[in-house]
């Protein structure tokens, strides 16, 4: 038989096993066609006066602005949490980011006078007695730029808040953010009043007090280690996935 000797062992992607930047690879993810591809470049380096530069030439020429969002802004910043999932960009680097895109979301809105249907609303909040908010703000900022609606409570936020903000706000998932042991008990008070209540929406919990254990002893709890989860689980939820599917999901068996 007439066989090629190099071509067999060859691992498929030894090819593109050449180093490469965070630039490069995020370049190859880039649509092809402009005004899509410097925006997503612009989201990707957090250049915020690019993106609306971008934004503004696109809808000259008659580009729909609340289309641009999903089409355009959207998969700008996908780009930016898939690197981030692959370990090769940095949560200073999706803050950035998620900043330049929320502030096309807005600049659409503006041009639009009129704002997209968000996917849904999620409440979130830092537990009573605790002041660390910088998990919090990229859980929301991550769960905006991924078109959901968000309600911020803010940090040290009562128990009692909480449950009147999901009463009132009717959301499809609460997010807890805990760093000091001394506060994440909350979260247990939370899911007992809820249930009291007759409410069993999905509460993500995280932050660095929280451990897994802790959170699935209780019946609503989801551990969210990583801030980027917090998309995942909504759009988990919204593709129907109950509580024990959502915990089957993202706890480490």
């Given at each position: ?53 971008g934004l503004e030439k696109a809808i000259e020429k008659g580009a729909n602005p609340i289309k641009l969002i999903d089409d355009v802004l959207m998969p700008g910043m996908k780009i930016v949490t898939d690197l981030y999932d692959q370990g090769v960009v940095f949560l200073p680097n999706v803050m950035m980011s998620a900043d330049a895109m929320l502030e096309g979301i807005e600049f659409c ?145």
């Open positions: 038989m007439d066989i090629d000797p190099t071509k067999i062992l060859v691992r498929y992607n030894v090819q593109k096993e050449k180093a490469q930047t965070p630039d490069q690879m995020a370049a190859e993810m880039f649509p092809k066609d402009e005004p899509a591809k410097s925006i997503a470049k612009a989201i990707f380096e957090g250049e915020e006066d690019d993106v609306i530069e809105k503006e041009s639009a006078g009129s704002a997209p249907k968000p996917k849904g609303k999620v409440v979130c909040h830092v537990a009573e007695g605790d002041v660390h908010d910088i998990g919090k703000t990229i859980v929301a900022a991550l769960l905006r730029s991924a078109g959901y609606e968000v309600v911020d409570l803010g940090r040290d936020v009562p128990v009692d808040e909480v449950i009147a903000a999901v009463k009132k706000e009717s959301p499809m998932m609460l997010t807890g953010t805990a760093l000091m042991t001394t506060t994440m008990y909350a979260f247990k008070e939370i899911n007992d009043r809820l249930l009291e209540a007759g409410i069993k929406i999905p509460f993500q919990c995280g932050g660095g007090a929280v451990n897994q254990d802790f959170v699935a002893s209780y019946q609503l709890g989801i551990y969210g280690e990583e801030a980027a989860d917090a998309p995942k689980m909504a759009n988990a939820i919204l593709a129907g996935k109950g509580l024990a599917q959502l915990k089957d999901m993202f706890h480490k068996h």
